[in-house]
């Protein structure tokens, strides 16, 4: 499975929708670029439980994970995250960038290779404007934790990253540690990668401006 194709597959799907945009489209859309590579449809699980096989993460008995891809040869592991502006209320910036950051913790404890293959991990991320600007510009107001969210968001290609939530908005933290309310231990992030990203414009009507996409490696 090249993931350099299923990137740009997936975005070029995406440029072309003019309906509405959920998330589960945001899922399918980037399982049926998985598809163009591999039809076998038994290699793949959505919402499959951390705690179950093959991952087997026992400290997340209720959680799931968004898509699973297992071959003979790799097992993929994939979180997938939409944010955009929403029509009837208002977005909380810093409490969605929690959210990321809690599908990321999840993602950091599944085992490096199950039964001798390998696992990768990954998380997609799609936003529009209001989160893409969220990131660009927190640094201005908060400049530490600010400029951990601007080393993450616009972080360049294949580079490491090192990131430390020790101090953060209370609201980022609940939120980034969702899944792990008896962790007392401060959030950090080692060479996460950003392997993918691209900005586009789209005729759907759900987002407010651009596109802006990130694949990250963790």
Request: net charge neutral.
């Amino acid at each position: 499975m090249n993931i350099g194709i299923v990137f740009n597959q997936f975005c070029n799907l995406l440029q072309n929708r003019t309906g509405i945009m959920t998330e589960d489209n945001i899922r399918y859309y980037w399982f049926a670029s998985m598809l163009n590579q591999d039809p076998i449809l038994n290699n793949y699980t959505l919402e499959q439980p951390y705690s179950d096989n093959p991952i087997q993460v026992k400290i997340l008995p209720n959680e799931e994970l968004d898509l699973l891809y297992r071959s003979s040869a790799e097992i993929f592991c994939f979180e997938i995250k939409l944010h955009k502006e929403p029509k009837q209320t208002t977005l909380a910036e810093t409490s969605a960038a929690g959210d990321i950051f809690n599908d990321i913790q999840r993602l950091q404890q599944i085992p490096q290779s199950v039964k001798g293959v390998a696992t990768r991990h990954f998380f997609l991320y799609v936003t529009d404007d209001i989160m893409h600007n969220y990131f660009i510009s927190k640094g201005q107001q908060n400049p530490f934790f600010g400029q951990q969210l601007n080393d993450f968001y616009n972080a360049r290609i294949n580079n490491p990253i090192n990131l430390n939530f020790v101090s953060a908005p209370k609201s980022f933290l609940n939120n980034a540690n969702n899944s792990f309310k008896n962790n007392p231990n401060p959030i950090t992030f080692f060479n996460l990668r950003l392997l993918h990203d691209r900005d586009f414009s789209l005729g759907c009507s759900s987002f407010n401006g651009k596109c802006h996409v990130r694949l990250y490696e963790i």
